[in-house]
T-cell receptor, first 118, second 114 residues
Framework: SAVISQKPSRDICQRGTSLTIQCQVDSQVTMMFWYRQQPGQSLTLIATANQGSEATYESGFVIDKFPISRPNLTFSTLTVSNMSPEDSSIYLC???????????????FGSGTRLTVV | RKEVEQDPGPFNVPEGATVAFNCTYSNSASQSFFWYRQDCRKEPKLLMSVYSSGNEDGRFTAQLNRASQYISLLIRDSKLSDSATYLCVGPANAGGTSYGKLTFGQGTILTVHP
């Protein structure tokens, strides 16, 4: 399965600032996904990042708050903009497993970014 | 109704016990599901895929019941190292644009004690 390098692993940020999270994959993948996991909660999909097109956002998430870049097939960034304490969460990127068919291979996740906004 | 629902637990069992988690899903057309394991402060990791009637891997057995729309995970001979949160995962419901998207249950916490 793909190996994902995600950074930073954690950060403490002042409210009103922005943080950019990076994910590097060791193989080319068509689709990358960004998730949020709030304390004590399960994962919620933020958006799908495709190379060469704008990201597709889920209900409740907007591009101005969570701009995403996907410059090539191995890299993506998620920015959390104008942060507030409510943005404190774990952010995870993921890709489909080998073969590119989620139904058979599931997802591989980055190690996550633990964000605390103060 | 949530797309995937599971009992959050927690389940506290002694070593050696057999424990089962159930998860229900709302979309009868869903074809395949996954069980992920998430350790504290770690990312989820794929435990098993379920896309036919069931799947078995050592002490772990996953079953899919399409008639009743539930998935189960059975852990036999529990080990201390099995303590984790187990996430039931299925495909997202919304039409063609949902390709590749998954929806996560809220997770079931398992604690195995000596």
């Amino acid at each position: 399965s793909a190996v994902i390098s995600q950074k930073p692993s954690r950060d403490i940020c002042q409210r009103g600032t922005s943080l950019t999270i990076q994910c590097q994959v060791d193989s080319q993948v068509t689709m990358m996904f960004w998730y949020r996991q709030q304390p004590g909660q399960s994962l919620t999909l933020i958006a799908t990042a495709n190379q060469g097109s704008e990201a597709t956002y889920e209900s409740g998430f907007v591009i101005d708050k969570f701009p995403i870049s996907r410059p090539n097939l191995t890299f993506s960034t998620l920015t959390v903009s104008n942060m507030s304490p409510e943005d404190s969460s774990i952010y995870l990127c993921s890709v489909m497993g080998t073969g590119g068919v989620a139904s058979n291979y599931g997802y591989t996740f980055g190690s996550g970014t633990r964000l605390t906004v103060v | 109704r949530k797309e995937v629902e599971q009992d959050p637990g927690p389940f506290n069992v002694p070593e050696g016990a057999t424990v089962a988690f159930n998860c229900t899903y709302s979309n009868s057309a869903s074809q395949s599901f996954f069980w992920y394991r998430q350790d504290c402060r770690k990312e989820p990791k794929l435990l098993m895929s379920v896309y036919s009637s069931g799947n078995e891997d050592g002490r772990f057995t996953a079953q899919l019941n399409r008639a009743s729309q539930y998935i189960s995970l059975l852990i036999r001979d529990s080990k201390l190292s099995d303590s984790a949160t187990y996430l039931c995962v299925g495909p997202a419901n919304a039409g063609g644009t949902s390709y590749g998207k998954l929806t996560f249950g809220q997770g079931t916490i398992l604690t195995v004690h000596p």
